[in-house]
């Protein structure tokens, strides 16, 4: 009987499994079962990684439209950031993942020293220029001369700091790539108390903490964020059960560094089409004015708190799609995806029906601003009906990811973002009665396709076929 448990665990040890983290072969046994113990930390860890958004936001709208469209219009430049951390991210995690498939421990360490070497360089060159043209990049996202004299030092932080971001994708791309996604997920714990303690008091200036307004959220975030950094390094220092990072390994080797970087330099161009996206949107909402960027930012804030945990979900798709290539086993892989993307659509689904049912009520506890209001709640309800949309899309094209192609993803985003969402946003903004709804229209459109086409394409099958 004891054996028959151990070989068939119940639900609730599966779950205390996944959160206490263990070593497994998810290339065999129960697919259902190895989702489930990837999925929970991934998930976990993505609500922990929207919580820096929400709180954010829920502090700052104390301050007035001003500052959340500082936020607002940081968040959209800080996008480029967040696209390259992605991009090198999701290639390390490709690579990661097929060496632990292939059982060559060896392989996963030496990619992950690349890996953190190639996310260090990109880290300097990234934040550097960020720190000295802060206000430029306001004035030329429409900020008014009000919004560029509250918000300079804030885009200095958020965007000179933007490392620490960086690295922290990436080094949580490592954990996941080797199946350790419990260790990706405590850090964030780590990072989001120090950020919720000290958020309202770097805000406020409660207690011994200086008042810096909505500079003091940038702070809070950068210092929450860095401190988890350092953790990560710690740990990856001392190594894991799966991923052992060994004195052999910690050297420079120019064949994976480049081999990483070629498959980088599509998945950074895959995420930077997709985010970028999002700075041509705010230009278009920002013709409406303030109070408009304020509501979208509130309302996207939202929406990203409940998209990130579908991410972790897709990330799972994307640890499975690559180990069990890496032990040749496509079929596998592909049953994964199917099955994840079920889950997904079921968990953002329900989540976006309750958006649309109570917007009010959501956009209430952020601000009660009669011109901000309307914009905020037309934003949450429109975008939460593409959900289901975004659900298998996103667990699609992670799966392109995991196998290493990252070159699909790129090219169906730039279809989807910029020959039909932007010019369709512009249109609809500018030239339809739906004015600034229109923007928010043109998302659940460009969605929409974006999941049609990878659907064929991945029906195709010729993502298991590539090898890294």
């Not at 770097?202 to 809070?220: E, Q, R, S």
């Not at 011109?371 to 392109?400: D, H, K, T």
């Amino acid at each position: 009987m004891h054996k028959e448990q151990a070989a068939k665990p119940t639900l609730l040890q599966s779950i205390f499994e996944a959160l206490r983290g263990s070593h497994q072969d998810y290339t065999t046994g129960s697919l259902n079962r190895s989702i489930l113990l990837l999925a929970i930390p991934m998930v976990l860890e993505m609500v922990l990684e929207s919580l820096f958004a929400v709180v954010d936001v829920f502090w700052v709208s104390r301050l007035g439209p001003n500052a959340i469209a500082t936020v607002g219009l940081t968040e959209s430049v800080l996008t480029v950031v967040f696209a390259v951390g992605m991009g090198l991210g999701m290639s390390t995690t490709a690579m990661v993942a097929r060496r632990i498939g292939e059982k060559d421990q060896d392989g996963a360490a030496v990619s992950a020293v690349q890996a953190i070497i190639l996310g260090l360089i990109a880290s300097v060159v990234l934040g550097l220029p960020f720190l000295f043209l802060a206000p430029r990049l306001l004035g030329f996202m429409s900020a008014s001369p009000e919004i560029v004299a509250v918000g300079t030092s804030y885009m200095r932080i958020a965007l000179g700091g933007s490392g620490v971001v960086l690295m922290l994708f990436l080094n949580n791309a490592i954990f996941r790539g080797a199946g350790d996604a419990a260790i990706a997920m405590r850090l964030l714990w780590v990072s989001n108390i120090l950020n919720l303690i000290l958020d309202p008091c770097l805000i406020f200036g409660l207690g011994p903490f200086p008042k810096l307004g909505v500079t003091g959220a940038a702070l809070a975030t950068f210092s929450g964020r860095g401190i988890a950094v350092l953790y990560q390094f710690y740990r990856l220092a001392n190594g894991t059960e799966r991923l052992r990072i060994l004195a052999r390994h910690m050297r420079v080797q120019v064949q994976v560094i480049w081999q990483l970087f070629r498959l980088s330099l599509a998945a950074v161009l895959q995420f930077l089409i997709s985010q970028a996206s999002w700075l041509g949107l705010v230009r278009i909402i920002g013709l409406f004015g303030p109070s408009a960027i304020a509501g979208y930012t509130i309302g996207i804030r939202i929406v990203i708190f409940a998209i990130l945990p579908a991410w972790g979900l897709s990330n799972a798709a994307a640890t499975l799609v690559g180990q069990n290539l890496g032990a040749g086993h496509p079929e596998r892989a592909k049953s994964a995806v199917w099955r994840t993307g079920l889950w997904n659509v079921a968990f953002l689904g329900s989540v976006g029906l309750v958006f649309i049912a109570f917007a009010p009520w959501i956009i209430g506890l952020f601000t009660h601003d009669a011109a901000v209001v309307p914009v905020a709640v037309s934003c949450l309800r429109i975008f939460s009906c593409g959900n289901m949309a975004y659900a298998y899309g996103m667990v699609l094209l992670q799966a392109f990811n995991g196998a290493g192609d990252t070159l699909t993803p790129t090219l169906v985003n730039l279809f989807g973002f910029w020959i039909v969402e932007i010019p369709l946003a512009w249109f609809l903004a500018m030239h339809s009665s739906l004015k600034v709804n229109g923007v928010f229209v043109s998302v659940v459109v460009s969605q929409s396709v974006i999941v049609l086409i990878s659907l064929v394409l991945f029906a195709q099958g010729r993502w298991t076929k590539q090898h890294i």
